[in-house]
């Protein structure tokens, strides 16, 4: 098992991946050729969970959290930006994730947030930003 951080990862954008609804999926909100309507997925925050830990024989098992931001690029900058395109469409992930909480090999999904009405400066374009909390964990082996 890799990193909190790359299971999460993997598996969020191998969910989204599977929803043609949601357009090309990209794992980094930084896309020089990205291509509307379009998700991109990439971490902000990991927080262990102190003193949850499991110990297990030798095995100590701790838990993270991880926080992604999942953006819904539905046009670019100065183009007719169509409002309610951008809320359908943030809906409709909202609903996927709601809807597989536990599709994530090894992670739960907590908690998920929308913000509207967002621009994205790195991509030149503008959509709706969601903010997804998973519950992970990784094992350590005492030798």
């Known amino acids: 098992m890799g990193s909190p951080v790359t299971v ?9 991946q599977a929803d043609p609804t949601l357009g090309t999926v990209y794992s980094r909100h930084n896309v020089a050729d990205l291509e509307v309507p379009a998700t991109t997925v990439a971490p902000t925050a990991i927080r262990p969970r102190s003193g949850s830990e499991m110990v297990c024989g030798s095995e100590t098992i701790m838990p993270w959290d991880v926080t992604l931001v999942v953006r819904v690029h539905t046009s670019y900058a100065g183009a007719i930006a169509d409002q309610n395109t951008a809320v359908v469409f943030a809906d409709a992930l909202i609903d996927k994730l709601r809807a597989n909480l536990d599709a994530i090999d090894g992670a739960h999904i907590l908690d998920v947030s929308a913000e509207y009405r967002q621009s994205f400066e790195e991509s030149d374009t503008v959509g709706a930003q969601v903010t997804v909390t998973v519950l992970t964990h990784s094992h350590y082996t005492q030798e």
């Open 8 to 16: 999460v990862m993997t598996g969020m954008v191998a969910l989204l």
